[in-house]
Nanobody, 118 residues
Framework: QVQLVQSGGGSVQAGGSLQLSCAAS?????MAWFRQAPGKEREGVAY???????GYADSVQGRFTISRDNAKVTLFLQMNSLKPEDTARYIC???????????????WGPGTQVTVSS
């Protein structure tokens, strides 16, 4: 079992920055950020796995940066140049092993709200 505790988020004006954090109770092989806006499906934002291989959704590429601490138990999402369309609930996710990560994410955080005003 992995517990994920999220922090960060809040409200900011367009063009501003926020950082999200997600602390895992153990060291997952892969972690990711998803987001879900009202009335929309959940979408992947960014992932990090193994020796810090990363990937981003086209909509956030160049504006968001995903990273982990050296112990690889705390996940971060630095969000710059925020836009109103980034408004959503941001949820961290994790899986423990390479095999589990190949199938998706087994553990999910509670989510934190990010609101960007124009």
């Amino acid at each position: 079992q992995v517990q994920l505790v999220q922090s960060g988020g809040g409200s900011v004006q367009a063009g501003g920055s926020l950082q999200l954090s997600c602390a895992a109770s153990t060291r997952p092989y892969c972690m990711a950020w998803f987001r879900q806006a009202p009335g929309k499906e959940r979408e992947g934002v960014a992932y990090i796995r193994g020796a810090n291989s990363t990937g981003y959704a086209d909509s956030v590429q160049g504006r968001f940066t995903i990273s982990r601490d050296n112990a690889k138990v705390t996940l971060f999402l630095q969000m710059n140049s925020l836009k109103p369309e980034d408004t959503a609930r941001y949820i961290c996710a994790a899986s423990l092993t390479y095999g589990q990560c190949s199938d998706g994410y087994n553990y999910w955080g509670p989510g934190t709200q990010v609101t960007v005003s124009s």
